[in-house]
């Protein structure tokens, strides 16, 4: 049977989700931990890979099994075995046809910043420090800008190999909640690095130390040495995957 | 002159507050980096001392010195020193009359459950994990008799050598925001464990173990027994010390 999964963690100490040499990931716990509890390897696909340091409140995943255990008992026997900084949050049968990533329609990020004199430790690991005023409304304006369907290319950490670098963005909300600033990103894709380049241009708006309309000269020009440096990952979380078109299964309220 | 301090730390990795020979304590780790920045030793004085586990948003703290850094610099020059899940968020001079402990006149903590099938990664160290259907209409009628002047000898731990253990609690209010419960409490002082074990009755009655009735028979009859276990240290986070009498400086909306 196929199963899918809806996985929670704090990133803080994995090497990112994508089973790699160079450290441990989210992705080589969950399958050990499957090992373990039903005695069969299998590889567990994720709708997402996320970057080293970045969390998910519900990161979507599927496996091909025929172990004995009931689908929706997974999720139990998975996390008697985890570390308690990653939980399956749920665990059911799946269509044969349902693929974590390809089914996926959509993704929604947040990106938060914690806008205060100092750093909080409380938040530390889930959120990014920055100091003094932030315009807020400036925010909302160049969030404008990018929303919508444009080439991305400006938006892409250098290096990347895709050749395709349009994507929509649904919805880009900014919203206030003091001390915190949330960014909220809703795709049908992104490129490498785009949500963590998004957030650090839109603070360098709210900072003032460039316009709105920078951003959309920035969005026209497609010229990636114009966008703002990459936000820490610290601050991104993968908030949900969408298997239904965007808008379909909620109100788009940006 | 005197200095006070608000200092937010996550108290997971420590042994609690107070200086002890048992493990690395909050206390001791505040006044190394003073003690660096400043190259005086100083007793930092605490208002309230938490417990291994337990958090604070905002203890207030205060010492004396004789040391150059102006009074408003000396949380920069601490944080510099200090590690990330400790941070002094405001440093300011005080009166050689203000005591961070004996000038208090209320305490504001937060305990917070997570509610759902599984425990949080995310929040696995700052929410205490209860799953299953919980009555939060009953938890607020339980909290009502628990509110205002008693003898809370059964609220208790057992071993501790107070004698008298009237306390006034001005303010407990029950706020389910899915997955999570707050309970938020204000009062004059509270018992060793005291909050805790109002969580952990709290919870009880939520899960139906207990009736609000019950409650009001503990708190009428003095006898610890009665009550219920105490809640875990990391579901708990001192919110706020209050320099002014509760109800003056804010209304009370519990």
Redesign the interface.
């Known amino acids: 049977m196929r199963v899918k999964l809806v996985i929670?963690?704090?990133g803080t100490n994995y090497a990112g989700w994508q089973r790699q040499k160079n450290g441990i990931t989210v992705q080589e716990v969950l399958e050990q931990a499957f090992c373990k509890a039903s005695g069969e390897r299998a590889v567990i696909h994720g709708a997402g890979r996320t970057d080293a340091g970045v969390?998910a409140?519900a990161q979507v995943a599927h496996l091909d099994t025929n172990c004995t255990i009931p689908a929706n008992k997974i999720?139990?026997a998975m996390?008697m075995l985890l570390p308690?900084?990653?939980?399956?949050?749920?665990s059911a049968e799946a269509g044969k046809d349902f693929h974590a990533r390809f089914s996926a329609k959509a993704k929604t990020y947040r990106y938060t910043y914690y806008n205060?004199?100092?750093?909080?430790?409380?938040y530390?690991n889930?959120t990014t420090h920055v100091h003094g005023r932030i315009d807020i409304r400036a925010m909302k304006i160049a969030a404008e800008y990018i929303r919508g369907t444009h080439d991305f290319a400006c938006f892409c950490a250098s290096g990347s190999d895709v050749t395709d670098t349009v994507r929509t963005v649904y919805r880009l909300a900014v919203t206030s909640d003091e001390p915190f600033i949330h960014i909220d990103v809703t795709g049908s894709g992104f490129l490498y690095n785009m949500v963590r380049i998004i957030a650090g241009t839109l603070i360098d708006v709210g900072q003032k130390k460039v316009s709105p309309e920078h951003v959309k000269d920035v969005i026209c020009g497609r010229d990636r040495t114009k966008a703002s440096a990459t936000a820490p990952a610290r601050g991104l979380?993968l908030k949900e995957i969408h298997y239904t078109p965007f808008g379909k299964d909620k109100d788009i309220d940006a």
Do not use: F, G
């Open positions: 929670e963690y704090d969390h409140e999720s139990y996390n308690p900084d990653i939980r399956v949050k749920q205060d004199t100092h750093a909080s430790a409380i530390r889930t979380t």
